[in-house]
């Protein structure tokens, strides 16, 4: 030790000293808060602030947060609606560790930090804040909105969702103008995965989607690779999953909580997959439906969406169920109206197995009004569901509609499956069409006859044309019109027909009117024309897509007149249930205008008729 | 003259953190000791299994306060090795320079810090108040001054700033200047060399025996430092030597830290000059949302030179949303608990404050 002493020279004896030059400078240390407001860094993560009118209350930061600090809040006085819950979160800063990763995930970017690091309370109670785009000051009158500095706020680095969706496979444009095969192709395990990963679980889309399904939950059994388990959560609101799986309206995918700053969950397509993969052997083991049987039968009139539906449920609660349709078979729309590269026959045949297996029986070629009696049917069941659907056409009525090569389009793309699945004979293909409309049935019929002229012609010549001035304003999806463009469609928005131009007994084309407004202040369809402008589209077919109408001629006359009707559609309570009580209805007769909607009423109606056929007992 | 019993910590201003160790002396020798972690009730290894990937980094940095970054890095890493991630290059430079200004900040609070046990509170002040200098760069750079959880496996959470960069470079500049200040207060002070030179020796066979790293090892002159043995990051495209030591005694270890205060300091520099410009400073784990990231099966293992020696995290991934087990290697280990035992016996009682400052002993490490 003495050695190691003596190594140190002795000029350093004075060395520490040389620290007294300090004395004379100015202190480093500050007084906060008593003399200095010290700022805090820009990316400060201090006090959080909620922006109310961004936030939907989906409870993500709940999730993420790795201290449980938050809880979501029931607020009364916000209401339930599309996109939102009606809860916000409340932050308990005695476990919050200030780490912003509720900030980071926000789905709507409506929570934010601010450079607030004080907070002086003799309260406890004030630790627990909820807050809102005041911040924590707020409460105390402190701070006026807008002047607790931000501080950490997200950006594209530390964002903590995926906002881009896995891609969907789709057959291309030439390949598939060429045929009906069916478009898209459907997530493989991997891709499945992946997408589900991208959900937060928050269950704001079931509120929206008309049948309520529990789509966090089947999203979940997908991440977690259990299908079995997704099967059970789909049947339990809808069993026509593989067609919605398809071909649904997806309302869901529009109030994703995703969908708020990037691509929305694509629910459909997750929902398909789960069908898919699933064989239809495995469906009666996993789903395992005994139920006790009530010795009660039901008359169901239609097996489109809503009757296939309603069937479904009622036999799982152990009813005999009888569905009575017109058409040779079973489906309504999704077989005779959708078109089969959108919707194949294998995938409605999937769903409807099932349905037969429960026992319900189909009875085709059998036209309510004609082939049997609607009394006979009443006479028959302890209950009765009208489901007929809208099966009648539209017309504009414009000069020449009555000429037989002035089609519409439901009959047209009725015509065309049967010829693709063998049914019927080949359908009419026009050299060049004019199609008129512009919404969802328009697209499906201008593709259709765009790929019959592929075939038959070698090349497209289909004209769409639409009142509705620009793609945005056309009911149509625009993944419709996106994909018709890419087969060859072309399309007239903006445009009234005038007349159909007819010569020597032959169509010509149709001259039309620049339409300079759809609806009227009030919203309601007043169209006005600006009848200086025209345009002549060439044609020898013109096909009329506007619309459809109900036909309610099956029902005798009397009770046609004790039903209630509003705009061509039956009244009913919220169980289906008509003026008549031992007669419901559903699906376009009554709400419309999709399919998931008809299951919706389908499964409301099986209730009805069942607290019905209850309480009678 | 009999044994007394004597406690030191938890609550003793000169202990490091919540942990404290029991002394039985005979006079001013301490005849036996037993450290004693368990206050912190923490189970920081078993909390990570319940939280998914993501969220564990709010919990991690507080393993170690006053070096919480290798933490970060260290889980980032073995989480990057098992999904096999490309950590964008900007990242990897990024995260070189956090560690390197963690290291000066653990360290400035050591070298300084040894004013505690040595009554030299001006060196205390000193210490704390350009530590509090980096501070404020943390603060900058991620929003919050002690628990950063900024570097998240795949990269880290935001990028730096020119502001930030330039910050830094006069950092550098002022640390520098102060370096000579440091030299003749605490280094060629003869307090300081009474009190620590030929001091609390650890011998390089017993360092070696515990599996001692870091500067306890090194002031036996074996040169041991994660970033040149198994260099990560980019620690092989800088230059920087690893200063050593014969006596291992308690001045060479705290003299060790303060050249590599300086070693540090070359370091940042290059990578301030080397980090490509880039708008990209991660990748997320996997698709999805962090509440759904997943990390394929399989376990690695990942270590880093930390102020306190050689600091690993070994982590076993099921598949699943969330570690299926972390197992945390502290550096302190070693000697805060086998060491204390073996060692302190026949040091004097003011020896032991110095053994825990100069070993780096950090309570939460052990505790965790
Ligand atoms: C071309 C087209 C494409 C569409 N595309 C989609 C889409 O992609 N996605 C979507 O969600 N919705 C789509 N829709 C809407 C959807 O198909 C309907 O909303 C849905 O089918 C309505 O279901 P429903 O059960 O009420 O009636 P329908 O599906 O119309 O079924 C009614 C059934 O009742 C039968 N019927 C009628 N009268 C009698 C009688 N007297 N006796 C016996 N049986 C009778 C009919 O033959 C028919 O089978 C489309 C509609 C059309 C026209
Ligand atoms: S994540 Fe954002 S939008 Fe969702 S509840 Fe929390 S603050 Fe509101
Ligand atoms: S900052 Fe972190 S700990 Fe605090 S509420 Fe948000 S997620 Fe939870």
């Known amino acids: 030790m003495k050695q190691s002493q003596s190594q140190m020279p002795k000029k350093d004896f004075f060395a520490p000293v040389k620290a007294w030059k300090f004395l004379g400078k100015k202190p480093v240390t500050i007084e906060v808060p008593n003399k200095v407001k010290r700022e805090a860094s820009e990316r400060y993560r201090g006090f959080h602030i909620n922006d109310w009118s961004k936030c939907i209350g989906c409870g993500t930061c709940a999730k993420v947060c790795p201290t449980d600090a938050i809880k979501m809040v029931e607020v009364p006085g916000l209401v339930q609606e599309d996109g939102k819950l009606p809860q916000r979160p409340v932050i308990d800063y005695g476990r919050c560790s200030f780490c912003a990763l509720c900030v980071d995930i926000c789905t709507t970017g409506s929570l934010q930090m601010t450079r607030e690091y004080i907070h002086i309370s003799d309260d406890p109670e004030d630790y627990i804040f909820m807050p809102t785009e005041k911040g924590i000051k707020a409460k105390r009158g402190l701070y006026e909105h807008g002047k607790a500095p931000l501080g950490w706020v997200k950006d594209k680095d530390s964002d903590l969702l995926d906002l881009e969706r896995v891609l969907m496979e789709m057959v291309e444009p030439q390949e598939r103008v060429r045929s009906f095969i069916e478009i898209v192709k459907g997530y493989s395990k991997e891709q499945a995965m992946k997408e589900a990963a991208r959900c937060v679980g928050c269950g704001i889309c079931t509120y929206t989607c008309p049948a309520h399904m529990d789509i966090p939950q089947y999203i979940e059994s997908i991440y977690n690779d259990d299908l079995e388990e997704g099967l059970r959560w789909l049947y339990r609101t809808n069993p026509l999953s593989m067609v919605c799986g398809r071909v649904c309206t997806h309302r869901c995918e529009s109030v994703c909580a995703i969908g708020n700053r990037g691509e929305p969950v694509a629910i459909r397509w997750l929902k398909r997959y789960i069908i898919d993969n699933v064989p239809l052997e495995e469906y009666s083991r996993i789903l395992d439906i005994n139920p006790e049987k009530k010795g009660k039968s039901i008359g169901i009139i239609g097996s489109g969406p809503a009757g296939l539906a309603a069937a479904y449920f009622l036999a799982t609660m152990g009813y005999d169920v009888t569905i009575y349709e017109a058409a040779p078979r079973p489906g309504g729309v999704m077989r005779y109206g959708i078109p089969k590269y959108r919707l194949p026959d294998e995938a409605l045949d999937k769903d409807i197995a099932l349905i037969e297996a429960l026992g319900v029986r189909i009875l085709t070629n059998m036209k309510v009004g004609e082939d049997i009696s609607f009394d006979e049917i009443a006479k028959k069941h302890d209950a009765v569901f009208l489901a007929t659907g809208f099966g009648l056409g539209r017309s504009t009525k414009v000069p020449g509609t009555d000429h037989p090569n002035v089609k519409q389009a439901l009959p047209m793309l009725k015509m065309i499956r049967d010829f693709l ?197 | 003259m009999g044994e007394v019993k004597l406690f030191f910590g938890p609550n003793h201003p000169g202990m490091h953190g919540n942990f404290s160790v029991h002394m039985y002396v005979e006079g001013d020798i301490v005849k036996r000791a037993r450290p004693l972690p368990g206050f912190l009730h923490r189970g920081f290894e078993k909390l990570m299994e319940r939280r998914f990937w993501y969220s564990n980094i709010a919990l991690i940095p507080r393993i170690c306060v006053p070096e919480p970054d290798i933490n970060e890095a260290c889980y980032a890493m073995a989480i990057e090795k098992i999904a096999k991630l490309d950590v964008p290059e900007r990242a990897q430079w990024i995260r070189m320079i956090i560690l390197e200004l963690a290291r000066m900040a653990n360290h400035l609070m050591a070298v300084g810090g040894i004013g505690g046990p040595l009554g030299l509170y001006t060196a205390s002040h000193w210490g704390m108040a350009d530590r509090d200098r980096i501070l404020d760069i943390f603060e900058a750079i991620s929003g919050a001054r002690i628990y950063h959880m900024y570097i998240v496996p795949g990269g880290v959470r935001k990028n730096i700033t020119p502001k930030i960069e330039e910050m830094i470079w006069k950092f550098l500049e002022y640390i520098e200047s102060r370096f000579d200040d440091y030299e003749n207060l605490i280094f060629k002070n003869r307090i300081v060399h009474s009190r620590l030179k030929g001091r609390i020796i650890l011998t390089r066979e017993h360092a070696l025996e515990m599996g001692v790293t870091g500067v306890g090892l090194r002031a036996t002159g074996v040169p041991y430092d994660v970033r040149k043995v198994d260099p990560y990051l980019f620690y092989d495209k800088v230059d920087f030597i690893v200063p050593t030591a014969t006596d291992g005694d308690a001045f060479s270890r705290v003299y060790l830290k303060f050249q590599e205060l300086k070693q540090s300091v ?103």
């Open chain 2, 266 to 368: 070359r370091i940042i520099r290059q990578a301030l000059e080397k980090m490509p410009q880039s708008d990209k400073v991660n990748v997320p784990i996997s698709k999805g949302s962090a509440l759904r990231h997943r990390v394929p099966k399989g376990m690695a293992y990942a270590h880093v030179e930390s102020a306190r020696g050689e600091y690993g995290f070994f982590v076993v991934s099921d598949g699943k949303n969330k570690p299926y087990r972390v197992a945390v290697r502290g550096a302190s280990y070693p000697q805060g608990l086998y060491g204390i035992e073996k060692y302190l016996p026949g040091t004097r009682i003011e020896d032991v404050p110095v053994w825990l400052a100069t070993m780096d002993v950090c309570a939460p490490e052990i505790d965790r």
């Open chain 1, 421 to 617: 699945r063998g049914d019927g004979p080949k359908p009419p293909v026009p050299k060049k069409l004019v199609v008129i409309g512009g919404g969802n049935v328009a697209m499906d019929i201008s593709r259709s006859m765009a790929r019959l002229q592929m075939i038959e012609y070698g090349k497209v010549d289909v004209h769409t044309a639409s009142l509705e001035r620009t793609y945005e304003e056309m009911p149509a999806d625009m993944d419709e019109i996106e994909e018709a463009l890419e087969e060859g469609v072309k399309f007239y928005p903006g445009w009234g027909p005038i007349e159909i131009v007819i010569e020597n007994d032959e169509v010509k084309g149709v001259r039309f009117k620049k339409c300079i407004r759809v609806f009227d202040e009030n919203h309601r369809f007043n169209p006005q024309f600006d009848e200086e402008k025209q345009i002549f589209l060439e044609a020898d077919m013109v096909i009329e897509a506007i619309g459809q109408a109900p036909d309610y001629s099956y029902l005798p006359q009397e009770l046609q007149e004790k039903l209630e009707f509003f705009r061509g559609r039956i009244k009913t309570n919220e169980y289906g249930q008509t003026a008549i009580e031992w007669l419901f209805a559903g699906g376009d007769i009554v709400h419309g205008p999709d399919i998931v909607h008809g299951v919706a009423d389908g499964h409301a109606a099986a209730k009805g008729i069942d607290l019905y056929l209850s309480s009678k007992e």
